[in-house]
């Protein structure tokens, strides 16, 4: 953003927050203006930044968010941590000019954070300080500024100054988010320190993992259990052009990055947790995973094995089975296909079953996350032995993979999405993530040709 437009959107702030325009929300004033922008927001964001940040695409609503900056936080840790969260959303008044949180927490509440994202807190949301939002492709951007309330003119000018450092950093042309290398604006950050990673597992001790599960599956002590691995990478691009990779080649898909405390948490996540839109809820089952083809016959080839195979049926079938069970505490007039459908990716396809049911009275987005996380795609059957045998046996703290990122409003609408596809960042290294679901008849060989596959969006991005 041109210096000039950042003063300009400045100055419209302040003048919206000094008149009747603005609304006050408990000690903060909430002031929203628009203004015509033609850069993607996404190439205002790089590594190295000093002020929370968050970038949303959602590729349902076609709404992009970039939100800066920290107006009022909310973090938990332990098993209640969401529902603390929740309670404090819930109690806070409902401004006239929305406010939406964004965040996400942990797949394990009990096991503390560690490695790349070592000291983050399990649950993590913020409304940002500023936030711009697109809708589809449209010129013009809202800005929502989130300030404290009684400043000055000069005051507010003074809050929103790291803000403008960050925007008015940006290219007037918005290209040198896609140079190939990381950019002057993407030091390293000496003082941001980082726990053990944990195991990196290789093809052999991945084997042993992978057997060592099946034999328990076998004896019948599990009927599914979710196994993970990590990869370390060395960033070769910039966060614009990582950014710009995701949403060009997995664009169902819901990219999200979020950073705090000098790390970034990055997700290009093909599984919603859990959507709710003026009491309407939407959850998807995902799970069973095949290679997209070269040519169309042999992708359809693919496909009618993945449909017929017994093990990913099988495994389907109960994530289903789990989700719909788990789901009539909050749900009513729940629609359940009979037959999984295939959702295709850029690289792979995978067994794919919409849930969708009304929300009962009074309960909220959190509500439903909590009774779904984690799903048996991310977690096994049944969950506590499977959890179990994670933490005895995976052998490396999974933090915020496979756990829930995304946003909801105050009145409880917004999405949570599954974070898979994902990487934590604390550059120029990076933690990449990827998992598969083991059942009696897995094959160690093939479920590490199947983590190598979730890798690829990921690696292809980081360059």
């Known amino acids: 953003m041109k210096r000039m437009a950042w ?62 900056g920290a107006a009022t936080q909310l973090t938990g840790n332990g098993p209640d941590a969401l529902g603390d969260i929740q309670m404090a959303i819930r109690a806070k008044n409902v401004p006239s000019i929305p406010v939406t949180w964004f ?123 979710v196994l993970a691995r990590q990869t370390p990478v060395t960033i070769g691009v ?5 950014l710009a990779r995701l949403l060009e080649t997995y664009a169902t898909s819901h990219v999200f990055a979020l950073a705090w405390d000098g790390r970034w948490f990055i997700a290009a996540s093909p599984e919603q947790l859990v959507r709710v839109e003026d009491g309407l809820m939407a959850v998807d089952c995902l799970a069973g995973t095949m290679a997209r083809g070269d040519t169309p016959e042999t992708d359809q080839a ?45 690289n792979v396809q995978h067994l794919y079953t919409p849930v969708r049911a009304k929300l009962r009275e009074g309960k909220h987005l959190f509500d439903a996350a909590s009774l779904l996380h984690p799903t048996p795609a991310v977690g096994g059957v049944p969950l506590e032995r499977a959890l179990a045998f994670i933490r005895a046996h995976e052998g490396w703290p999974r933090g915020y993979y496979a756990g829930a990122i995304g946003y909801v409003d105050a009145g409880g609408n917004g999405l949570l999405s599954v974070a898979l596809r994902s990487a934590a960042v604390a550059y120029p290294q990076a933690v990449l993530y990827a998992g598969c679901g083991i059942v009696a008849a897995s094959n160690p060989a093939d479920e590490w040709q199947e983590t190598e596959m979730k890798l690829t969006p990921m690696r292809l991005a980081l360059g």
């Open 7 to 68: 003063e300009d959107m400045v100055g419209k702030l302040a003048h919206t927050y000094a008149d009747d325009a603005a609304v006050v929300w408990e000690d903060k004033r909430i002031v929203r203006v628009k203004i015509p922008l033609e850069i993607p927001l996404h190439t205002f964001v790089r590594w190295q930044i000093a002020v929370p940040a968050v970038f949303s695409s959602d590729p349902k609503t076609h709404r992009t968010a970039l939100g800066l």
């Open 238 to 242: 910039s966060l614009s052009e990582a």
């Open 302 to 346: 693919l496909a009618d094995a993945l449909l017929n195979s017994d093990k990913n049926r099988e495994e389907h079938a109960a994530v289903v089975r789990v989700v719909t069970d788990r789901l009539r505490l909050v749900a009513e007039e729940m629609a359940v296909p009979d037959v999984p459908v295939l959702k295709k990716l850029a």
């Open 103 to 225: 965040g996400g927490f942990v797949f394990d509440s009990t096991q503390p954070v560690d490695g790349t994202l070592s000291g983050w807190p399990h649950a993590l949301w913020f409304v940002p300080t500023v936030t711009l939002e697109r809708q589809g492709s449209e010129q013009m951007v809202t800005v929502t500024a989130v300030l404290p309330n009684g400043l000055s003119i000069a005051e507010v000018n003074e809050a929103l100054q790291p803000i403008g450092e960050v925007l008015s950093g940006a290219a007037d042309d918005g290209k040198t988010a896609f140079h190939s290398g990381a950019g002057t604006n993407d030091q390293v950050s000496p003082e941001v320190k980082h726990g053990s990673v944990g195991t990196v597992h290789d093809a052999r001790s991945w084997e042993a993992l992978i057997r060592k599960a099946v034999g328990e599956l076998q004896r019948g002590e599990m009927a599914k259990v």
